[in-house]
């Protein structure tokens, strides 16, 4: 595996790799054949709690008194032990004693962030994991992308008939318009991200990653620096999940949909992405 030059936070040899994308649409394949590279570690969903963690780290930066009273008499941080009791204040109030500055906010989430997806005894040097549950009303992609400048990121998209055909099928909550609106909202935030951050993206087709005609693993694995092993086209061939639930007629799960609801489905997915589009 080629090593990546890195800054701020995380091991000198290694980075971060953060898998996202929308519900059914191959992230758990895709990390299994991320994970069947050498030296690496993606691990699984984690029920998106960094959304809150991504709102106190914004919050931490961008609020003006925070700036004022701890950041602008902390421009560089203090000793911890030095004796804050006995100092005279004249620009600060007692209640407003801090030690850290801005510099630190950065530097504790992150390891905050790497406690537990980056433990000591990990030991690799490509580490991070995928989730769902990221891209709607949250930053957290924007706060892994800001403590993390050395990370990469993989996005898997799908067709979103497909991808609300299987999660109907499924049973998910909410019936077909919810689940579009919701898929619309999360790719357009993640299209947003992927135009600001072009450089450290790389989008994966699902219709591609599972196509024995496709090179997208090998261009993937390139651009990773990752080694391609006997093992990582194998993956392609385990069946999970949806597959397991066929329709009476053999006919494919979108075929649920009338011509009347695709149309309406449409209209609600609208994205102006190229990479997004089907």
Same mark, same amino acid.
């Given at each position: 595996?080629?090593n990546?030059?890195?800054s701020g936070?995380?091991?000198?040899?290694?980075?971060?790799? !953060?898998l996202?994308?929308s519900?059914r649409?191959?992230?758990?394949?895709?990390?299994?054949?991320?994970?069947s590279? *050498?030296?690496v570690?993606?691990?699984?969903?984690?029920?998106? !709690? /960094?959304?809150q963690?991504?709102?106190?780290?914004f919050?931490?930066?961008?609020?003006?008194?925070?700036?004022l &009273?701890?950041?602008?008499?902390?421009?560089?941080?203090k000793?911890?032990?030095?004796?804050?009791h006995?100092?005279k204040?004249?620009?600060?109030?007692?209640?407003?004693?801090n030690? #850290?500055?801005?510099?630190e906010? *950065?530097?504790?989430?992150g390891?905050? =962030?790497?406690?537990f !997806?980056n433990p000591?005894s990990?030991?690799?040097?490509?580490?991070?994991?995928k989730? =769902?549950?990221y891209? !709607?009303?949250?930053?957290?992609?924007?706060m892994?992308?800001?403590?993390?400048p050395?990370a990469?990121? $993989?996005?898997? $998209?799908?067709d979103?008939?497909?991808?609300l055909?299987?999660?109907v099928a499924?049973?998910?909550?909410?019936g077909?318009k919810?689940?579009?609106e919701?898929?619309a909202? &999360?790719n357009?935030?993640?299209i947003?991200?992927?135009?600001a951050?072009?450089?450290r $993206?790389?989008t994966v087709? #699902?219709?591609? /990653?599972?196509?024995?005609?496709?090179?997208? =693993?090998?261009?993937?694995f390139?651009?990773?620096?990752?080694?391609?092993? *006997?093992?990582? #086209?194998?993956i392609?061939?385990?069946k999970?999940g949806?597959?397991?639930?066929t329709?009476?007629d053999?006919?494919?799960?979108?075929?649920?949909?009338? @011509?009347?609801?695709?149309r309406?489905?449409l @209209?609600? =997915?609208?994205?102006k992405?190229?990479s997004?589009? #089907?």
């Open positions: 595996m080629k990546i030059s890195t936070n995380s091991s000198i040899n290694g980075f971060p790799l !953060f996202l994308g519900a649409s191959g992230t758990t394949l895709l990390q299994k054949v991320l994970n590279a *050498e030296d570690m993606i691990w699984g969903e984690h029920g998106g !709690f /960094l959304k963690i991504a709102e106190a780290y919050f931490n930066l961008n609020n003006e008194e925070i700036d &009273q701890i950041f602008r008499q902390n421009p560089v941080a000793d911890p032990s030095f004796d804050f006995n100092q204040m004249e620009k600060i109030g007692y209640c407003w004693i030690w #850290y500055g801005k510099k906010i *950065e530097a504790n989430f390891k905050f =962030i790497e406690s !997806f000591h990990l030991g690799k040097a490509c580490w991070g994991f989730e =769902i549950r891209g !709607f009303d949250d930053s957290v992609m924007e892994l992308a800001a403590i993390y050395q990469r990121f $993989v996005f898997i $998209v799908r979103p008939i497909d991808v055909a299987s999660q499924m049973g998910w909550y909410g077909w919810y689940l579009a919701k898929w909202i &999360q357009r935030h993640i947003e991200f992927c135009n951050n072009e450089d $993206v790389f087709k #699902y219709e591609d /990653l599972v196509s024995r005609e496709s090179d997208i =693993i090998r261009k993937l390139d651009w990773l620096g990752f080694t391609i092993s *006997e093992e990582t #086209y194998g392609l061939d385990i999970e949806i597959w397991k639930k329709r009476g053999d006919m494919p799960h979108r075929a649920m949909f009338s @011509k009347r609801k695709l309406k489905i @209209k609600i =997915i609208q994205v992405n190229d997004f589009w #089907y």
